[in-house]
């Protein structure tokens, strides 16, 4: 079987993965539009399930390489405390639990708006234009997660109109992603 043959299995095979994944962002984004207060807590509650598997997965990963790693005990650490954070959320009523969420989505926003200056300069010797773009997105999401968290209101409104366009883009280019999939596992 030749190269083209095995990628073309593999293709043809899993090309509705994407669409699958896309139609439920979509589902999900028109949610969001149709009911916020209801999708709010099933997306915390579904938060706190990730950070509990993220926390196995560390402990995991900390566990398998003991003998091969000398900082191993950094992510055993960060293992457990995700376990126990993610299981103290669901100890939470659903309006405790959404409103953490809220603010626990803000802050990361800032740390990875904060994080993605950091990176876009040390890009900038590939392309100034671009880091100049980069760092005007970023300084903007930094300011809108700062208003998020000093006005809770109205980053609440902008957060789920923010959380649904971006569910139902991220859905029609999945969707578009597996389409593309399919047409080039037939041309091979």
Known sequence: MNNNSSVENRLHRVWWIPLITGLLAIGFGIWCFCSPETSLPVFAYTFSICIVAAGF?????????????T???WSLALGILEVLCGGWMFTWSPETLAVAFCFGVGVWVLFAAINGIAEAAYFSRYSTAWTVWMILLLVGTIFFGFYFLTNPLFGGVAGWLWIGCSLILFGVWRIALAFKIRSISRKL
Request: proline residues 0%.
């Open 71 to 73: 900082n191993w005990g």
């Open 57 to 69: 997965m560390n402990i995991f990963y900390s566990l398998m390489n003991v003998r091969a790693r």
